[in-house]
């Protein structure tokens, strides 16, 4: 395997650029691709056999542009698909919620964890599920949070409103005596001010996106793919290859305006592409 090439990511859409922020400033040196399937979002409304089938697309998609690992940074993907894309791939894959499952059990102290989610990822039960393969004894209390998303790509993390939606969301889990707080969707680091005030100091937040990027570093450390730095005289010369390549199903401009909102500036290459079939690709 080649140290050198992009690590890969992929999600329903915008909310796994929280998963790429965390793994670009955990491992400035490496490149990214990334891929959201906007065109199909969102995955929580589909069958497992869709979700599985997208996913595996999505993949094999970023697969075939040449990569040392994915990172499927979707919840619901990483839920319902894992075992079937880990099947299809011939590089390893993470999710984030078993990262984000043993960060929860680390710093919880035996305490409760809350963990909030979107619909299908709560139902499924996979925090719940990877939590208790870690700490069987563990209560863990759980809460779907769909408006959260609308706030975030809104751009409204930090209103009234969100502090309302918060408050109404969180009532349970405050109320439990938790230890930590699973933010279970890839759109809910961008509010994490405000749910922290609602939560208080003594709750530690965690972010499963934070939680993947650890376990990538350790991955490309233990396995030497952690990609070489570039001498002064080559880094010139490989400048264009530094830049991390974004890729998007559907509506591009959107994708660049909330990429900008989430990551503090626009991606730096965006490509539209249609992706379908497990080995037809076609780009525009």
């Known amino acids: 395997m080649n140290q050198d090439l992009p690590i890969g990511i992929f999600d329903s859409g915008v909310g796994g650029l929280t998963v790429y922020r965390a793994l670009h400033e955990r491992l400035p040196d490496e490149r990214f691709i990334y891929l959201g399937d906007t065109a199909r979002v969102p995955y929580g409304t589909k069958s497992l056999a ?3 089938r997208y996913a595996i697309e999505n993949s094999l998609f970023l697969e075939a542009r040449g990569i ?3 990172v499927v940074a979707c919840n619901t993907a990483s839920a319902l698909a894992l075992p079937a894309i ?4 011939s590089v390893d894959v993470i999710g984030v919620i ?6 929860a059990v680390e710093e919880a102290g035996g305490k409760s964890i809350g963990v909030i989610a979107t619909e299908a990822t709560v139902q499924s039960h996979a925090y719940r599920n990877a939590i208790a393969s870690r700490a ?3 209560k863990v209390i759980e809460r779907a949070c769909p408006l959260f998303v609308s706030l975030a790509e809104e751009g409204w993390a930090e209103t009234d409103v969100a502090r309302f939606v918060a408050a109404e969301y969180l009532e349970e889990i405050k109320g439990s005596d938790v ?7 890839t759109h809910y680091p961008i509010l994490s001010r405000v749910i922290q005030q609602t939560m208080g100091n003594d709750v530690l937040l965690i972010d499963s996106g934070e939680a993947t ?3 990538v570093w350790m991955l490309l ?13 080559e880094r010139e010369r490989h400048l264009c290859d530094d830049l991390d390549h974004f890729y998007v199903t559907d509506a591009a401009e959107r994708f660049s305006r909330v990429a900008e909102r989430f990551l503090g500036s626009a991606p730096s290459v965006l490509e539209a592409v249609e992706v379908w079939g497990h080995d037809e690709l076609r780009t525009y």
């Open 50 to 52: 869709t979700v599985e």
């Open 68 to 70: 040392k690992l994915l």
């Open 86 to 89: 880990r099947k299809a791939m």
């Open 98 to 103: 078993e990262p984000g499952a043993r960060a």
């Open 136 to 138: 069987p004894s563990v």
């Open 179 to 185: 230890g930590t707080l699973v933010l279970g969707c």
């Open 213 to 215: 990027a650890h376990d």
């Open 221 to 233: 450390n233990e396995k030497s793919l952690t990609r070489r730095v570039l001498e002064d005289s």
